[in-house]
């Protein structure tokens, strides 16, 4: 196989969780150029992938018939051999078939399955393993149907160059740079329920009484501001160490704004699978319904460096996240992250 097209053409967290098939599928496929197909708004972060050799932006649903059709253009002239659709629907299963690209994969779901020529059974509804196990098996498959030996990678999946981390720190961090900084961001993309702003208030009082040297950076990017702020003011009246960071330099850039965290924290949002495919410890918190539990969508931390918190399990409870004790989940998170450091840090 000499071209692949993979389809991931979702939202930012789901992009990134598709980041350990990628490398699986280049690590597998030295020689074959992999292309992957996304919006607009996860091409920064595709851009950035080291598994990633061409980007092709899909316009989107929403997209006139123009630009539908220069798509499929585009598409066909590639040639490519494969294709793998990590995410499947009616319109990305005729883009494969119209453009005539014979080997094309995707989960055994919706009437869509049957416009491929490998279909794969997954069960994905049941939330019984990470998403982005399921995104693996999904390529193995593929592999596996085509006779080639399947190598699989490690985390970190994602790695600033030291040079770039360096100067980001000394850019918008120079002022911390003897402190942890614990960076929490409070928007969502409104797939899953988050805390409130109080309870993010709440959180971080507590654990700048457990950690009084660490400065807490509160990051939002459009959209977010207003929240953001109305947080770092209640920190203000609480004379808590903190800052905001608003990312509106783009999406590279605030890769590298998180890869200085010491600590990340967020709901189930696209800056949380960020920090994680970067490896920085993380925090999250999730509903636990079954399609949105800690399971279904956990980061890509390497063992150990992820923590997570949801409200009980119930029909009633579920997804009311006010349910959750940010107080003894401040406690935890401490004790947690205490662990993860140096012993000769602990003892200082």
Known sequence: MQKLLVVR?????????????????????????????????????????????????????????????????????????????????????????????????????????????????????????????YNMDLARAFLIHHKVSVSEPTPPYFSVKPEQLAGRKRSDFAEQQDQPLFMVHIGSGGSANNLSVEQYFSLIDCLAKLKPEACFVITAGPGELVAAQELTEQLAEAEIDHRLYFSEQGLAVFCQVIACADLFIAGSTGPLHIAGALDVPTVGFFPSRRSATPLRWQPLNSQGRHIAFSPPAGEMTQEDMSLINVSDSAVKINLWWQKLQPAAEVEQ
């Open 9 to 133: 053409n979702d939202k930012i967290g789901d992009f990134m969780l598709a980041w350990p098939s990628f490398a699986l599928l280049k690590q597998s496929l030295v020689d074959t150029e992999i292309t992957a197909l996304v919006p607009s708004y996860t091409a920064p972060l595709a851009q950035l992938c080291p598994w990633i050799d061409k980007v092709i932006v899909d316009c989107g649903a929403e997209g006139d018939s123009a630009a539908q059709s220069q798509l499929l253009t585009q598409v066909k002239q590639q040639q490519f051999d494969g294709y793998l659709c990590l995410f499947s629907n009616m319109r990305n299963a005729w883009l494969g078939a119209r453009a005539g690209i014979k080997q094309r994969c995707a989960p055994a779901t919706k009437l869509a399955q049957f416009l491929f020529t490998q279909r794969v059974k997954q069960r994905r509804s049941q939330s019984r393993k990470p998403e982005f196990e």
